[in-house]
Each structure stands twice: as structure tokens, then as C-alpha cells.
């Protein structure tokens, strides 16, 4: 795993195995961003299979299966689509093609595995309602900062528990690290990444959704700007954006690409939750200039102040009740209604989000 390039980030080892070796077969499709190692890695780690793998690039196969030996590279989208053994599909396709790529998965009746983000245009979003609804297939999303970030989910089993009371306000830092020269021409076309809230900013709004339990909010204000990147001019280096749910939790967000070169991770990924009778800070990936570990949360309630580092300690639950949402067709890992609001809000965001001019 490499902490210092958060395109190829893939925690490893920690989920719970669910099924029998050889009873859950999935496939990779489209390999075009390196979170499809985390993806994949995950559902291994929970028990499932990967048995396929296919990209028009066969170099990129080659790089998967030297990390995963048994899966076979076939010669064709279609050999995965029309294998009957295969019940999932995970892409980290091109972000404008991920619903598209969905929708054929889906129609061949598999579920769908995509990485964030999962659309890049709301008539995407709208289109993939549909074919989720006359399929009955999933359309699940890969929100990383979340589902595979152990401080993460011990915040969350702490919000569960009431150990800050309900979650009025949350504020979310998601600073990336550019590294340019390692990046495809499309990661700098607006219409094929669709703008830094629309990308890396969904990771944020998921998260607001999950700890407030909002189903439902408002964006209120968004921007964003170009302010280092010029000769990528349509590349968004820096966004944020301020939103509203319907209980009345607030949340604010700032996502960049200006991560330092000094710092020992790709970016130093921070969630402040404030609860009614508490706070908790997590520190995803580093804990600057303390500890080089990541995982570590901040609780402070009335039994007082604590310092938990939990690497380790609670592991990735989100794959294997993925792998069995798949097969007993219940929504334990995420419901689809959820994977989509977090969608439609970081687009919204994305459309009304007024865009800086930077003077110099």
C-alpha cells in the first residue's frame, strides 16, 4: 500500500470473511483509476472471488492479476457480461463512463461496484434511477474516506452508541496530493472527471449523510477555484461547499490538490463531528509531525478526553455486508437510496458552485 499516492491507496487484510472460498464470484472492468485495488482487495479479503478481469489496455490487466494470480484476463467486456457465475462487477472506470459501464452490467443482471464518483452529470444520475428500478440490481459506490478507513468506521459505531449524542455539525477536510506527472489526460478534462465536488468532494457529503443520518439536504453555498494548476486549465484545484440536512446538522467541506510534498501520506484527511454532548476528531492517515500511523480518533464527552489509535482494531464491515446484500438482496452495507443523494448532492454542489478568479 502506497501512502504517499492516494490514487493507488488499498488497505489490506481487514474484513471479516463471509462466504465459502469459490461461492461469491466477481469481476474487474475498466481499470482506469487505481482505486480498483482497494475495491477488489476488500471483497477478497471478505471471502469473494475474483475470477475475471478485463480492460482494452492489457498492460493494466497485467498489473491487476500480478496482485490478484488466479484471475483470468479475458479478451472482452462481454465475456464478463454474459458469464452466468459472475453476480458482480467492480470498474473504477473514467468517471464520465462509470454509469454508462453500470447500466450495461446491470441489464445483464449483476450487480455494480463503482468507484467514486459515480456520475458526472445529474441526467446520468436519472437515467441509472431507472435501470435500477426495471432491473432490481444494485449500484453501489466505493466512498473510500469512509468505508475503507478504520477511524472511520469507529466513528461511526461510536456515533451509534450515543457517545456524542446526535451529530448537529460536521466539518471535513479531504486535501489530495497532485502528483501530476503520475495522472491520465483525463483526470484534467472537466467533462470526463466532473469537477473536484462532483470527485473527491463526494467523499465528503457521503459522510455528512451517514454521521448526521440525513437522507435529505441543501446545499447552500459552493466554490470553486484554479489556483496553482494553469497549465491544466480545467482542472479544479481547490473546492468547498456548506450544506444543510433535514434534521438541521450542518456541514462544511474543503477538498484540495495542494498536499505538500513534505507530508508522509498523499493527504491529511481530517473529520470534525460535533454531537450534542460531545465532539470527536478523526485523523485518517497521518497524525502531523506526532505519529506517522494512521487511524487515530479524538473523543471528548463528559467522561472526559481520549486519544484512541484503532489500525487494526475494527476492520472494513462494508464488503462482506456487501457481498451479502449481493446474494440475500437486502441493504446492510449501504442502501441505494443513500449511494444516490450523496451523488445528486455532490452535483448539485458541483452546478451552483460559484468559480473563483484568483487575481494572481
Same mark, same amino acid.
Given at each position: ?22 461461492? $461469491?464470484? $466477481? ?5 482506469? @483509476?487505481? !482505486? ?17 478481469? +478485463? ?30 457465475? &459472475? ?60 468505508? @475503507? ?6 466513528? #461511526?459505531? /461510536? *456515533? ?25 489526460? =483525463? ?15 463526494? @467523499? ?13 439536504? %441543501?446545499?447552500? !453555498? ?12 480545467? /482542472?479544479?484545484? +481547490?473546492?468547498?461547499?456548506?450544506? *444543510? ?11 484540495? =490538490?495542494? %498536499?505538500?510534498?513534505?507530508?508522509? *501520506? =498523499? ?12 465532539? &470527536?476528531?478523526?485523523?485518517?492517515? &497521518?497524525?502531523?509531525?506526532?505519529? %506517522? ?10 467522561? #472526559? ?18 457481498? /451479502? ?22 452535483? /448539485? ?7 473563483? @478568479?484568483?487575481?494572481?
Amino acid at each position: 500500500m502506497n501512502r504517499n499516492d492516494g490514487m493507488n491507496y488499498a488497505p489490506k487484510g481487514k474484513s471479516k470473511r463471509v462466504v465459502e472460498e469459490d461461492t $461469491f464470484h $466477481f469481476a474487474a472492468i475498466a481499470l482506469d @483509476h487505481g !482505486h480498483i485495488y482497494g475495491m477488489c482487495q476488500g471483497l477478497v479479503d471478505a471471502g469473494a472471488t475474483l475470477t475475471k478481469v +478485463y480492460d482494452p489496455d492489457p498492460e493494466k490487466m497485467k498489473a491487476l492479476k500480478s496482485k490478484f494470480p488466479s484471475v483470468e484476463c479475458v479478451t472482452s467486456e462481454a465475456d464478463i457480461l454474459e458469464d452466468p457465475t &459472475i453476480q458482480l462487477v467492480a470498474a473504477a472506470a473514467i468517471p464520465s463512463e462509470r454509469s454508462s459501464l453500470g447500466n450495461r452490467v446491470m441489464k445483464h443482471g449483476k450487480d455494480y461496484f463503482t468507484d467514486k464518483t459515480p456520475f458526472t452529470t445529474l441526467g446520468q444520475l436519472e437515467e441509472t434511477k431507472k435501470v435500477v428500478q426495471d432491473t432490481k440490481q444494485k449500484y453501489m459506490v466505493y466512498y473510500s474516506e469512509r468505508l @475503507h478507513v478504520e477511524s472511520a468506521v469507529y466513528a #461511526g459505531q /461510536l *456515533v451509534e452508541e450515543g457517545a456524542i449524542g446526535d451529530v448537529i455539525q460536521v466539518t471535513g477536510f479531504g486535501p489530495h496530493r497532485l502528483n501530476a506527472p503520475s495522472r491520465p489526460d =483525463w483526470f484534467f478534462k472537466r467533462d470526463k472527471y466532473g469537477g473536484i465536488l462532483c470527485d473527491i468532494g463526494s @467523499h465528503q457529503i457521503e459522510q455528512f449523510l451517514y454521521f448526521t443520518g440525513n437522507s435529505e439536504a %441543501t446545499v447552500l !453555498h459552493s466554490k470553486v477555484a484554479n489556483y496553482t494548476s494553469k497549465q491544466y486549465p480545467e /482542472l479544479e484545484d +481547490y473546492g468547498d461547499a456548506t450544506l *444543510v440536512g433535514e434534521n438541521g446538522a450542518t456541514h462544511f467541506f474543503r477538498v484540495d =490538490w495542494h %498536499t505538500p510534498d513534505g507530508l508522509g *501520506v =498523499w493527504g491529511d484527511g481530517r473529520l470534525f463531528l460535533t454531537g450534542t454532548k460531545g465532539t &470527536i476528531e478523526i485523523r485518517k492517515y &497521518i497524525d502531523v509531525a506526532k505519529d %506517522t500511523r494512521g487511524d487515530h480518533v479524538y473523543l471528548v464527552n463528559d467522561d #472526559g478526553e481520549q486519544h484512541l489509535h484503532v489500525s487494526g482494531e475494527v476492520g472494513f464491515p462494508f464488503f462482506g455486508e456487501l457481498i /451479502l446484500d449481493c446474494i440475500h438482496r437486502t441493504e446492510n452495507a449501504m442502501t441505494q437510496a443513500h449511494a444516490f443523494k450523496a451523488a445528486e448532492l455532490c452535483l /448539485l454542489a458541483q452546478e451552483q458552485a460559484e468559480i473563483i @478568479h484568483p487575481s494572481k
